[in-house]
């Protein structure tokens, strides 16, 4: 149905006297208004086919107008159409905000990034982001907070201002407070079935995947650390992707931030060396074991809430600080952990560059000083690693491998060492228990983990 009747309106009377000399030409009647209260006067009374208009104007802006439109049973079903010069291309962010049924567009005269909007709708609930926008009432920090992320994820921190560093913190705050749902679930895909495409952007990810599978690779990453900085292929590009960043999500994650200059991707790390890939632009991850979406979106969360200190700290001078090796359950350590990090300390040449071996607190089931005869054992919590990492400049590198990658012959060598060492050197709680079972007779042992090798 052709257009009949239009509203523009915009606080410029240049840019006003310039739409109407092009919309003059499809011969149609052209109302203009100068501020948001004049649009919402004029579309009660002239029901206009479409209404033109600018988002930044004085008093009350095209957002919050839109809103009253919106609201009214006589304008509700105007179609909108936002005409905006503005530097912020995240203000596509609005386009299916208010209008399900796609009524609003914004027409962006500024060069547009796609990628940006690939991105918004990946991440973030359209629903919770305009919760978010109509609480706060400040629209423009939703966009901030939009940009922020993007141009951390490709990679284009010049960009980054100290109002982007700030923003997500706000609005991260202003979510948990207002009890409001507004991060997609990150997806996940499947390693049989790889993705030739990302948020638009061709990749091929097979590289990736087959260096991060290798039996060597907690040690090979080890040995590039030691060397100044990590290194695999890029699915975006010809070019390898470097790290010398890493983030601790508490309480148990590990996640090393890797970009090839354009786009950036994080090797997430909880049992063993690599246990998932995370591309947030699409904010999807493939999993090579034990990590779900609840683990990403431990991430995801980090990301915003943490923003300002991981923007300082993605482009600092970072120095490798050590391994972690560790997990909470015994018998994973014993599995993942231990025959990794019993094949890199040894090599006597590896042990003595390495900083440190670093247990979280409470996961610490082995002092590494006495089994590799060393002084590199640390013992630090979550929020101690954070500091480590954000106030010292440091990052780190868990050790592990995933159990079908290793071999039984592994096994029973580590497993022979670490009871030899442990006969050895038994402590003094150790001792003490055999001592208090000595009158019991016959002894009932009832085991609760009961994944041990076999």
Known sequence: ???????????????????????????CV???????????????????????????MPGMDGYACCHKLRDNVETSNIPIIFVSSKHQKTDRLYQDKFFKSNRLRLLDLSQYEPGLQLFQEAFFGASGLAALAEQNNKPSLILTLLEALYYFFSNHHERVSESHRTAPAILWEAAQAGGIPWLE??????????PNVLSGVACDLQPLVSECKEPGFGVNLVKNALNGRLSLPSPFSANRA???????????????????????????????????????????????????????????????????KIAVHATASNSFAGVIASHSRPSHFYYDVWPALFELASSQ????????????????FNDADVLFACHKRQVLDSHELDRIAFDDNKWFVHIGRQ???????????????LVDKMLQSPTDTTLAKPTR??????????GVEGQKRC
Request: charged share 25%.
């Open 30 to 56: 052209v109302l203009s208004a100068c501020t948001s209260e004049e649009v919402i006067r004029i579309a009660k009374a002239e029901k206009p086919d479409a209404i033109f208009m600018d988002i930044a």
């Open 349 to 364: 040449l590896l042990l003595d560059k390495l900083p440190a071996i670093i247990m979280r607190k409470d996961h610490d």
């Open 403 to 417: 159990q079908h990658l290793s071999n039984r012959f592994a096994y029973d060598i580590a497993d022979r060492y």
């Open 1 to 27: 149905m052709p257009l009949q009747k239009i509203l523009l309106c915009d606080e410029s009377q240049a840019d006003l006297a310039s739409l109407e000399q092009v919309l003059l030409t499809a011969d």
């Open 437 to 446: 079972l000595a009158d019991c007779y016959p002894v009932v042992w009832i």
């Open 185 to 194: 679930e990150p997806k996940k895909i499947h390693a049989t079935i790889l």
């Open 242 to 308: 470097y790290c010398q960043e890493s983030y601790e999500v508490a309480p148990d994650l590990n996640c090393l931030r890797f970009t090839d200059g354009g786009h950036t991707f994080f090797l997430v790390q909880l049992l063993s060396s690599a246990d998932a890939l995370y591309f947030p632009v699409a904010n999807v991850f493939l999993s090579f074991a034990h990590i779900n979406e609840s683990h990403i979106k431990r991430l995801q969360e980090k990301l915003i809430k943490d923003f300002a």
